[in-house]
């Protein structure tokens, strides 16, 4: 047991770092190749973060550990919102943008009631098992792409004449090293991480479905957690929100639609209840944003994510 909780930390840490080092030569690449600084963080920045989810879940997927590969995926969502969120409002109150406001939000709403909708065949239809099929997997990537064509107008309709360098120069044979040696890092650290999971799962006598929900979505959320908080300390509240919003849009359309068509999802009736959870989470992020004054998330709205966080996951494990 000692030696499956050891490869999963050394796993976290290989999917951290390379993370890490694959956004910071990816950015070094664009900024060469005169790309936007908004189009780095809307785009390469984000896979950056959620890269971590992308590669568990295609391990998980092509090993036929669909509990794994939902639970990663809705865990980290709540976790981003409750968890990331809470604790980003506590730190500084975040105030939110009208793009932020009445677009990615509400998308981040419509990811989750998508899942809901996609999963919920024995609801709908009468089926005897919920599954969310290839063909649902092809239909949350098509929600992808128009959410990354709005990515890309905003993008190249905001440009500006810069010329800050938020991102680390490096020489172009150092840029595509970090490029190729953090999508190793990601692969080796998404492969440890999955093996190692089961096998605790298994001598736990803990579910996948909780393990993914848990252990494995916090560690594949850090990324995201790192970039919110460091955010918040700054003051830059609008990357501290937008970093959360962007991934759960990016987990719920790009991740599971790929995992989905690498193999069909099957869920259970406590998946069903995990994805009314993620969808009562992304409301009341909505909900939120409108108390008190201006279109903001306070401190105290922090503190009853983080308690609410705590509650969740305490269920998780006793139930």
């Not at 109150?93 to 990811?111: E, F, G, N, Y």
Request: aromatic share 10%; glycine share 8%.
């Amino acid at each position: 047991m000692l030696l499956s909780v050891f490869l999963l930390v050394i796993g976290f840490c290989a999917l951290i770092y390379g993370a890490n080092i694959l956004v910071d030569g990816a950015s070094s690449v664009a900024k060469r190749l005169r790309v936007s600084d908004m189009m780095i963080g809307l785009t390469i920045v984000a896979f950056g973060t959620s890269a971590p989810e992308l590669v568990v879940n295609i391990f998980s997927s092509l090993e036929g550990n669909s509990d794994i590969a939902l639970g990663n995926i809705v865990g980290s969502n709540i976790f981003n919102i409750l968890a990331i969120l809470g604790l980003s409002a506590l730190i500084q109150p975040l105030t939110v943008d009208k793009a932020t406001t009445w677009i990615q939000v509400p998308l981040t709403v419509l990811s989750a009631v998508a899942l809901l909708f996609l999963l919920s065949d024995s609801w709908m239809d009468g089926a005897t098992a919920n599954v969310i099929s290839r063909v649902d997997g092809c239909i949350l990537l098509l929600f992808f792409a128009i959410f990354m064509g709005y990515v890309i107008q905003t993008s190249l309709s905001n440009r500006v004449s810069s010329t800050e360098d938020d991102y680390k120069q490096m020489p172009w044979w150092k840029s595509i090293l970090f490029v190729v040696g953090g999508l190793v890092l990601l692969v080796v650290g998404a492969k440890v991480i999955v093996d190692s999971a089961v096998k605790l799962a298994q001598m736990w006598g803990m579910s996948q479905r909780v393990i993914g929900l848990t252990i494995i979505s916090i560690g594949t959320s850090l990324p995201e957690l790192a970039t919110s908080v460091v955010a918040a300390k700054k003051n830059k509240v609008d990357i501290a929100i937008a970093n959360i919003v962007g991934s759960n849009i990016f987990n719920a359309f790009f991740i599971l639609g790929i995992s989905a068509i690498i193999c069909p999802i099957h869920g259970t009736p406590s998946s069903i209840i995990d994805l009314l959870v993620n969808v009562f989470v992304s409301l009341l992020l909505f909900v939120f944003i409108f108390t008190g004054k201006g279109r903001r998330l306070d401190r105290w709205e922090g503190a009853l994510f983080i308690a609410s966080y705590i509650i969740y996951t305490v269920w998780l494990i006793v139930a």
